[in-house]
């Protein structure tokens, strides 16, 4: 099994500014497509963005286009979410998580490997 592990979560306030990061420590993923994800209280996780396995191709979800940018270095098995203009609705439990195949896909179910999560408060 690969263990992710997130960090980076916090409370900041709207209009503010976070970066998430996603670790793989225990093998490598370079070859995955690697995915993050939320979830907010009483909600189901829904899909924020997706980054190919070489970091050119990402694909986000509606509600963050413009505000949140993945990146990542396989040398360092490490992805990125940079957050900027954060806004309440954005208050959720943030997963990365390793997908089965290549694609950018933005379902729960096409991701096998996930991270504990990581907490991200946003106050208006």
């Known amino acids: 099994q690969v263990q992710l592990v997130e960090s980076g979560g916090g409370s900041v306030q709207a209009g503010g500014s976070l970066r998430l990061s996603c670790v793989a420590p225990g093998r490598t993923f370079s070859r995955n497509t690697i995915g993050w994800f939320r979830q907010a209280p009483g909600k189901e996780r829904e899909f924020v963005v997706a980054?190919?396995?070489?970091?050119?191709?990402?694909n986000d979800a509606d509600s963050v286009k413009g505000r949140l940018t993945i990146s990542r270095d396989n040398a360092k098995r490490t992805v990125y979410l940079q957050m900027n203009s954060q806004k309440p609705e954005d208050r959720a439990v943030y997963y990365c998580a390793a997908a089965i195949g290549g694609g950018l896909g933005v379902g729960v179910r096409e991701y096998c490997y996930w991270g504990q999560g990581t907490q991200v408060t946003v106050s208006a």
């Open positions: 980054i190919n396995w070489s970091g050119n191709i990402t």
